[in-house]
């Protein structure tokens, strides 16, 4: 996707007895979006009985500087922001985040990945973290999420993934 389109399109990827389970989201434009992303991803985790999801989505970073303190700037607010993927995979037990960051060459065209020059992330919170639930859901729960993903008119795709082809 970074090489044809320059940039990844958001994803939820639900790993549930039916096989794994593909939402995209219509837009992140705005906040609403951005949460309505991720109450839709609880639903699903829930209506499909997910024992994973992962997350695959592009943000911005902030790292800390020498000699120059953090403070509370949003990463999409700070003039020394760098844009990266973030995979964010989460089961009822763990949570792992990996970065990737976006190098572009001169014109603003993909040029590859690279690593981090900070720690591993050791933890990923906000409004796309604990997603799946504390204990899988009953039949009621299912019931009821799927009868909400239907009137929201969202239909996750089973593509047919398997995950042996990786």
Partial sequence: ????????????????????????????????????????????????????????????????RPRRPLDSTPPSQYPDREECVVISVETRKRQTTKMLMISRDGAGVFAG????????????????????????????NVTMARQLLQLMGVEPENRGFNPMWN
């Fill in 1 to 64: 996707m970074m090489r044809d389109a320059g940039r990844v399109r958001p994803a939820l990827l639900a790993d549930t007895e039916e096989g794994i389970i593909l939402y995209l989201p219509e837009s992140m434009g705005d906040e609403r979006a951005k949460q309505d992303f991720a109450n839709t991803a609880r639903l699903i985790a829930v209506a499909y009985r997910a024992t994973a999801v992962a997350f695959v989505m592009e943000s911005w970073a902030r790292f800390a």
């Fill in 113 to 140: 990945f690279t690593l981090p020059s900070v720690p591993e992330v050791s933890g990923f919170r906000g409004r796309f973290a604990e997603i799946m639930p504390p204990k899988p859901p009953g039949a009621k």
